[in-house]
Antibody, heavy 121, light 108 residues
């Protein structure tokens, strides 16, 4: 059982930077897999934010690419998300997850519980 | 970019009903399609991966089908615990992901 836990501020001011960390337990990030951030605005659907491999290779949603940075710290077994210049549309529950790739098809199999981030002054 | 369109966006059904949700991709994605169930306040849970493979621990009343651009999720006999929102997700260009807009299954 892989455990993931998001942490970070629940309230961020407009134009500031949103920063979240995902701690991973019972599995070493260095062992493989991609690790992803997915968000869900209140009452809306799921949106992939980005993915990172343990080597540090990243992939971002084109709609967010200019404002998003995902990084990994294998020594602390965690990965992080930064979103710059946030606005109200960035308010969402942010999930971290492990991306399982089986037979060429990839899906998040282990998820964190999610953390609500509200952008407001 | 690949777009995923789910239909219907919501449906009302009764316990015991057979329910089918569809998902259409804007281009062929082979069998790189997964289905999730999400209940309020909870993270999504994978039901079906690679279009038709049942995730371990998921009841056999859930099944998936399709390939290319058109996919289905079928619940053969709807149970009370199945009332939730369902999402499809493609991973053709791994590790980038695209989700469908969701289908809310409500009690009739």
């Amino acid at each position: 059982q892989v455990l993931l836990q998001e942490s970070g501020p629940g309230l961020v001011k407009p134009s500031a930077t949103l920063s979240l960390t995902c701690g991973v337990s019972d599995y070493s990030i260095s062992s493989g897999y991609y690790w992803v951030w997915i968000r869900q605005p209140p009452g809306k659907g799921l949106e992939w934010v980005g993915s990172i491999y343990h080597s540090g290779t990243t992939y971002y949603n084109p709609s967010l690419k200019s404002r998003v940075t995902i990084s990994v710290d294998t020594s602390k077994n965690r990965f992080s998300l930064k979103v710059n210049s946030v606005n109200a549309a960035d308010s969402a529950v942010y999930y971290c997850a492990r991306l399982n790739c089986t037979g060429g098809c990839c899906y998040p199999d282990y998820w964190g519980q999610g953390t609500l981030v509200t952008v407001s002054s | 970019d690949i777009q995923m369109t789910q239909s219907p966006s919501s449906l009302s059904a009764s316990v015991g009903d057979r329910v089918t949700i569809t998902c259409r991709a804007s281009q062929s994605i082979s069998s790189n399609l997964n289905w999730y169930q999400q209940k309020p306040g909870k993270a999504p849970k994978v039901l079906i991966y690679a279009a038709s493979s049942l995730q371990s621990g998921v009841p056999s009343r859930f099944s998936g089908g399709g390939s290319g651009t058109d996919f289905t999720l079928t619940i053969s006999s709807l149970q009370p615990e199945d009332f939730a929102t369902y999402y499809c997700q493609e991973s053709y260009n791994t590790p980038t992901l695209t989700f469908g807009g969701g289908t809310k299954v409500e009690i009739k």
